[in-house]
């Protein structure tokens, strides 16, 4: 089979898949450099509770491609940048249809909502809330990322909590402790095996996600949510 083939054949699982969770809460968890720094253990791969797309890639290499291409099918176009425009363009997207057919729509940042306009662009194209670096403590934040991924991710599970359960939701939420500069928290339950920050830190990452998934795991919500884990972009070579 070519790799033409392979792919064609795989936006074909991708549908299946989807039609299979049709109705359910759905939450996409957007991964900072996760294809330049490959996560050990805890991010969820192939096998019988899990689907992997191999040949589903990642747009541009910056976060900004990664929030059109994911949530609005938007193509990564040199030294293009609408999110940043005086005037925020209208865009057409998963949250946008999402919002019309009743959803309750979130996006969960560690930093500033104003960082690249993510906050502005988001709430006026789809998105309800944004919970972002604004809405913590000043204690919380730890450096120019905002707060750890494991904090942005407690607050995730106590915010869907809140949520109407008469209605589904569209929940993002978008890591960033593996970007420079990196901040590795104090006092976690997690010994590293590396000494190496750029290392230890992709560690503290995957850790992150095997805890939120455990207390996502004891909501009520878990069985009917969809669980979708994608880098936000690629590398350039």
Not at 32 to 48: I, S
Not at 140 to 151: N, R
Not at 176 to 184: G, M, Q
């Amino acid at each position: 089979v070519s790799d033409e083939e392979k792919e064609f054949l795989e936006l074909y699982r991708v549908r299946e898949v989807l039609n299979r969770y049709c109705g359910y809460m759905s939450y996409p968890v957007m991964l900072e450099d996760v294809n330049a720094k490959p996560y050990e253990k805890e991010v969820p791969v192939g096998d019988e509770k899990n689907d992997s797309f191999p040949n589903t890639y990642s747009a541009g290499i910056h976060t900004y491609n990664g929030i059109y291409g994911l949530l609005y099918s938007h193509p990564a176009i040199l030294a293009q940048h609408p999110m940043k425009r005086a005037v925020i363009p209208q865009m057409c997207g998963i949250p946008q249809t999402l919002l019309r057919e009743g959803y309750q729509t979130l996006y969960f940042l560690t930093h500033f909502s104003e960082f690249d306009n993510m906050g502005g662009f988001l709430r006026n194209n789809g998105y309800q809330r944004v919970i972002s670096q604004e809405d913590y403590p000043e204690e919380c934040v730890v450096g120019t990322w905002g707060v750890h991924d494991h904090v942005m991710m407690d607050r995730a599970i106590e915010e869907l909590g809140k949520l109407d359960r008469s209605k589904p939701f569209f929940a993002t939420i978008m890591t960033c402790s593996d970007h420079p500069a990196y901040v590795y928290p104090k006092n976690i339950d997690l010994k590293p095996k590396n000494d190496k920050i750029e290392k230890k830190i992709v560690e503290y990452a995957d850790w992150s996600i095997g805890r939120f998934m455990h207390k996502a795991s004891q909501q009520e919500w878990f069985d009917k949510t969809l669980f979708v884990f994608v880098a936000d972009h690629t590398v350039p070579y």
